[in-house]
């Protein structure tokens, strides 16, 4: 079977050298590999939680999709599409957030970020979190879900929403009874580089040292020209170790370039001619590139044409089947048929979990019961004086009944391995 590998590209503004080095690169490299099936798409839905300037967020999805096709993404080959396209996914986002634990996402770290540093600040610990932030897991579980990704390549950052994906469809999977979605895998690329920008430090936005991927030459030739360097003369040995100006030249070449480059520094070129090396460099490989952004930017109704096309197709062929099976799944379905009980869902409705409601009866006192998944009463507490009081003993009851999860899980596996051992023994035997 082919693997399924998708990426979310979250539309930022124009990539940088370091964006394009670390991450563009790479990815659409890891695209053509046999035996993988690629799901490229642009985070539109995600970008809404950042920016609420609809201009900025059109601007930046074009762009965004603009570049990623001219550094060579084949959207035929792969699967290239916009997230907000895809109807579906935020469907699904809703039917996992019915199953997902809040305190999973209390501990996300973007959103415990927000808050620890209001608490720090002395304020409302949620002042200016939307919900968008708090629920931006969910969205993300729902991307990866909606086309049964089997892996996800990301940056360290982003491994935690990765684990998340995974327990929101393993949740999903365990209530609705049914193995409806493979576990998603993280991917890390270890190899993958870090730039340097201009000052030295690593290339970012944040740092406002970067170098933009489709600069006019002449801008571009000025950028890299103002790169830092340290102060050694023409003639005097260059270290190679460190230097922000080599390990971006070693980033566009072939090894053997970069060999005789790092024997020029030791031949002490000087760094007037280092950054003109470096300079051609770098704009040997961008400047087809370039060219091609500014094609596709200049005719942007292409670039829409085609978003609708593959967005179209993968729902026709991918996420509307599998919301229509999932819907029914969690009970949206079809009302006529509902009065007959003892049809298909006899089963299904005896596998719903238990429920525990908490309650406050006339006397004022704090009661809990055990529903089972049919309705039938399992337990009925005594009154309490707090719903502390209850809430612990509720607390104590479900880990037990958790328990007796794992051990049925145990019990059943234990089945199925005696059942392949009686059936190899049989094999054996003949
Ligand atoms: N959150 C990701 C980022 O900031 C972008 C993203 C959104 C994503 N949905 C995704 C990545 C699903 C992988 C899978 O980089």
């Known amino acids: 079977m082919t693997t399924r590998v998708l990426t979310g590209i979250t539309p930022s503004g124009t990539p940088h ?5 670390g991450a563009i690169r790479p990815a659409i490299a890891a695209s053509r590999a046999p ?9 539109d839905l995600h970008s809404l939680i950042k920016s ?5 967020t059109q601007r930046a999805t074009l762009e965004i999709a603009a570049s990623w096709l001219a550094c060579g993404l084949d959207p035929e080959h792969v699967w290239f599409y916009r997230q907000s396209d895809i109807r579906e996914t935020t469907e699904l986002m809703w039917f996992l957030t019915a199953i997902a634990s809040k305190g999973i996402l209390n501990r996300a770290h973007a959103y415990k970020a927000a808050v620890d540093k209001n ?46 994906a995974r327990d929101f469809a393993q949740r999903f999977n365990h209530v609705y009874g049914k193995e409806y979605f493979p576990l998603p895998d993280v991917v890390i690329d270890e190899q993958v580089a870090t730039l340097a920008g201009l000052d030295g430090r690593k290339m970012s936005k944040s740092y406002h040292n970067t170098i933009p991927l489709f600069v006019p030459r002449e801008e571009l030739k000025k950028l890299v020209f103002s790169i830092l360097t340290d102060s050694r003369a023409p003639g005097e040995p260059k270290d190679t170790e460190g230097s922000a100006l080599f390990q971006m030249y070693q ?27 470096l300079f051609e460099r770098i704009d040997s490989e961008l400047s087809p590139l370039r060219e091609r952004y500014n094609a596709l930017m200049a005719e942007p109704e292409k670039i829409e044409a085609l978003l609708k096309r593959r967005g179209q197709q993968l729902r026709e062929q991918l996420a509307a089947p599998l919301l229509e099976e999932l819907r029914h799944a969690v009970g949206l379905r079809d009302l006529s048929d509902a009065g007959d009980i003892a049809s298909e869902d006899a089963g299904e409705a005896r596998a719903a979990p238990p429920l525990f409601k908490q309650y406050r009866e006339k006397d004022g006192r704090f009661y809990f019961k055990l529903t089972a998944g049919d309705g039938t009463l399992l337990i009925q507490s005594e009154g309490f004086d707090s719903p502390r009081d209850a809430g612990q003993l509720i607390a104590v009851l479900k880990q037990a009944e958790q328990g007796d999860q794992l ?12 059942a392949v051992l009686a059936a190899l023994a049989v094999l054996r035997a003949d």
């Open 17 to 21: 050298l370091g964006n394009y080095v």
């Open 35 to 43: 035996d993988i099936e690629s799901f490229f798409f642009l985070a």
């Open 52 to 56: 609420q300037d609809p201009q900025r």
């Open 119 to 164: 608490r720090e600040e002395g304020q409302d610990e949620d002042a200016g979190v939307s919900a968008g932030l708090f629920m931006y897991p969910v969205l993300m579980a729902a991307d990866i879900l909606i086309f049964k990704a089997n892996q996800v390549p990301v940056g360290r950052d982003q491994i935690q929403h990765i684990e998340m």
């Open 251 to 277: 980033a566009f070449a072939t090894p053997e370039q970069t060999a005789a480059f790092a024997k020029a520094f030791a031949d002490g070129i000087s760094w007037g001619d280092a950054k003109q090396q």
């Open 407 to 418: 051990q049925s899980d145990l019990f059943k596996l234990e089945a199925e391995v005696d």
